[in-house]
């Protein structure tokens, strides 16, 4: 048997691929396996096992490692968190209240010597610029004390200063006393306890929010109209020690019968609150301690 192509041939195995020699060599070979029969010889045929083929690709070749660096986070975007005020107490007065405001805002006016036309609270609140506004601070002192002395009648005055000396009754009173009738002016109130003398004692009067001290937003109308004034009229007129402690945070006050202000009052160390102050906006007015 001849093969005329001179390649190899490649011939299917289970295995793999069988290579069979070129044709001239396959012809060499049948030759020989004839003459080898006729000499009583098995015919031999050899054979190359191979692997099947198989598509290998080479690995592309490796890139070139480069520094990669992160880009920075965008900045944070600045949020501006608008704070909304709390919005002002409502008070409902009643009959009472109403009389009580317009007695006390007829006697400031009357005191100063200066009138307005507006009535109910308003009026009083009125009426206290005027005196903040005009006023040097000692004339201040002396006008409230002049109003509270025509508010309430001498003879009345005298008879509680006499009839109730210095005592824990009588600081226990007061501090009773100005829960009940004068919440229409400072607002809800209560009475908590503080120690006198290493004893416990209700002679605190309480104010979560001060009504006049809301109203005013205004650190020297505080001082100056209600703290101080306040302060000499009940020790010279009651014969009663009182310190009345405003904190201009929270707009409360603590008002402490039978205790000495100090000296160094921090009260007269705050400064004004320039951006919301009444007597500042509405009068220009150097409320400043």
């Given at each position: 048997?001849?093969?005329?192509?001179?390649?190899?041939?490649?011939?299917?195995?289970?295995?793999?691929?069988?290579?069979?020699?070129?044709?001239?060599?396959?012809?060499?070979?049948?030759?020989?396996?004839?003459?080898?029969?006729?000499?009583?010889?098995?015919?031999?045929?050899?054979?190359?096992?191979?692997?099947?083929?198989?598509?290998?690709?080479?690995?592309?070749?490796?890139?070139?490692?480069?520094?990669?660096?992160?880009?920075?986070?965008p900045p944070a975007r600045?949020?501006?968190?608008?704070?909304?005020?709390?919005?002002?107490?409502?008070?409902?007065?009643?009959?009472?209240?109403?009389l009580a405001i317009g007695?006390?805002?007829?006697?400031?006016?009357?005191?100063?010597?200066?009138?307005?036309?507006?009535?109910?609270?308003?009026?009083?609140?009125?009426?206290?610029?005027?005196?903040?506004?005009?006023?040097?601070?000692?004339?201040?002192?002396?006008?409230?004390?002049?109003?509270?002395?025509?508010?309430?009648?001498?003879?009345?005055?005298?008879?509680?200063?006499?009839?109730?000396?210095?005592?824990?009754?009588?600081?226990?009173?007061?501090?009773?006393f100005t829960t009940i009738?004068?919440?229409?002016?400072?607002?809800?109130?209560?009475?908590?306890?503080?120690?006198?003398?290493?004893?416990?004692?209700?002679?605190?009067?309480?104010?979560?929010?001060?009504?006049?001290?809301?109203?005013?937003?205004?650190?020297?109308?505080?001082?100056?109209?209600?703290?101080?004034?306040?302060?000499?009229?009940?020790?010279?007129?009651?014969?009663?020690?009182?310190?009345?402690?405003?904190?201009?945070?929270?707009?409360?006050?603590?008002?402490?019968?039978?205790?000495?202000?100090?000296?160094?009052?921090?009260?007269?160390?705050?400064?004004?609150?320039?951006?919301?102050?009444?007597?500042?906006?509405?009068?220009?007015?150097?409320?400043?301690?």
């Amino acid at each position: 048997m001849e093969v005329t192509t001179s390649s190899s041939m490649l011939l299917a195995h289970g295995h793999g691929v069988l290579h069979l020699p070129p044709a001239h060599s396959l012809t060499k070979r049948s030759y020989d396996c004839t003459s080898r029969s006729k000499r009583g010889l098995r015919p031999t045929v050899r054979a190359v096992m191979a692997r099947p083929h198989q598509d290998v690709t080479a690995p592309p070749p490796p890139a070139s490692r480069k520094m990669v660096t992160a880009a920075p986070p965008p900045p944070a975007r600045e949020t501006t968190t608008t704070v909304t005020p709390p919005p002002p107490t409502t008070y409902r007065d009643n009959w009472f209240d109403k009389l009580a405001i317009g007695y006390l805002s007829r006697n400031l006016q009357e005191a100063s010597g200066m009138r307005n036309g507006k009535d109910g609270y308003e009026g009083l609140i009125e009426a206290a610029l005027t005196i903040s506004g005009l006023l040097r601070v000692d004339q201040q002192w002396q006008t409230v004390a002049t109003a509270l002395e025509r508010a309430f009648p001498s003879y009345i005055l005298t008879m509680i200063k006499v009839m109730m000396p210095p005592s824990r009754f009588s600081r226990e009173y007061f501090a009773a006393f100005t829960t009940i009738f004068f919440p229409w002016l400072v607002g809800p109130c209560e009475v908590r306890e503080s120690e006198v003398d290493g004893r416990k004692e209700k002679n605190v009067v309480y104010v979560p929010k001060c009504r006049f001290l809301e109203s005013t937003n205004c650190v020297g109308m505080c001082t100056n109209l209600c703290k101080i004034p306040c302060q000499k009229f009940i020790q010279g007129s009651l014969g009663t020690a009182v310190y009345m402690s405003p904190n201009f945070e929270d707009m409360s006050c603590e008002m402490i019968f039978g205790q000495q202000p100090p000296e160094d009052d921090p009260a007269l160390k705050q400064p004004c609150f320039r951006t919301k102050c009444i007597a500042k906006q509405n009068r220009q007015v150097n409320c400043s301690i």
